[in-house]
């Protein structure tokens, strides 16, 4: 089970830091963490992928990493269009990959 | 410019089997991995599992009992069928493309817009 925080609240300009668990164990690199951002009736996008490599496109406020046992998505200084659902996913081995449960984050 | 679009019956009967496909344009299917993806009302996002362009699966243990994909690569599409469907099967199915490199697949990065199912008599 990959399990992250179900919300966050952020000020406009703030700093916020989701992170993403694994019941089994500590995540690391070998898991290939992605983060995807998601706003309502949209399909996912993808923030970050290997743990902390960011996708084409976006903005260098948006952060991976492996704090201590978890992967983290930072977001420094929030943005208001930043309101959106995060997914972390995954991969647990086997050719097997879960996604978290989502953290919606709400900037105000 | 990649473009992924899912298709099939927006309505299934409890029991029956909900059979979808995804149409891939700008891109060939082949010598790629590609996935389904679920997400029911209100809920997060649920990995089904993927298929290589060689027919080659992994499905998610919680899935693999209902589920089979498969690949023709003549039409440049991937379909999803999942059997015995039940009201918790409801959700919207997604399509996506995996990234990779170096054997490795990191990430999904092209996904369709999504198909809503109803699983309901």
């Known amino acids: 089970v990959v399990t992250q925080e179900p919300s966050f609240s952020v000020s406009p300009g703030g700093t916020v830091t989701l992170t993403c668990a694994l019941s089994?164990?500590?995540?690391?690199?070998?898991?290939?963490p992605n983060w995807y951002q998601q706003t309502p009736g949209q399909a996912p996008r993808t923030l970050i992928y290997?743990?902390?490599t960011r996708s084409s496109g976006v903005p260098g406020r948006f952060s991976g990493s492996i704090l201590g046992d978890k992967a983290a998505l930072t977001i420094t200084g929030a943005q208001a269009d930043d309101e959106s659902d995060y997914y972390c996913?995954?991969?647990?081995?086997?050719?097997?990959?879960?996604f978290g449960g989502g953290t919606k984050v709400t900037v105000l | 410019q990649v473009q992924l679009q899912e298709s099939g019956p927006g309505l299934v009967k409890p029991s029956e089997t909900l059979s979808l496909t995804c149409s891939v344009s700008?891109?060939?299917?082949?010598?790629?991995?590609w996935s389904w993806i679920r997400q029911p009302p209100g809920g997060g996002l649920e990995w089904i599992g993927y298929?290589?362009?060689?027919?080659?699966?992994n499905y998610s243990p919680s899935l693999k009992s209902r589920v089979i994909m498969s690949v023709d690569t003549s039409k440049n599409q991937f379909s999803l069928k999942l059997n015995s469907v039940v009201a918790a099967d409801t959700a919207v199915y997604y399509c996506?493309?995996?990234?990779?490199?170096?054997?490795?697949?990191?990430?999904?990065?092209?996904w369709g817009r999504g198909t809503t199912v109803t699983v309901s008599s």
């Open positions: 996506a493309r995996w990234f990779c490199a170096n054997d490795i697949c990191y990430h999904l990065d092209v």
């Open positions: 700008g891109d060939s299917i082949s010598n790629q991995y």
């Open positions: 298929i290589y362009y060689s027919g080659s699966t």
């Open positions: 089994s164990g500590s995540v690391s690199r070998g898991h290939y």
């Open positions: 290997n743990t902390n």
């Open positions: 996913m995954l991969y647990i081995g086997s050719g097997i990959r879960v």
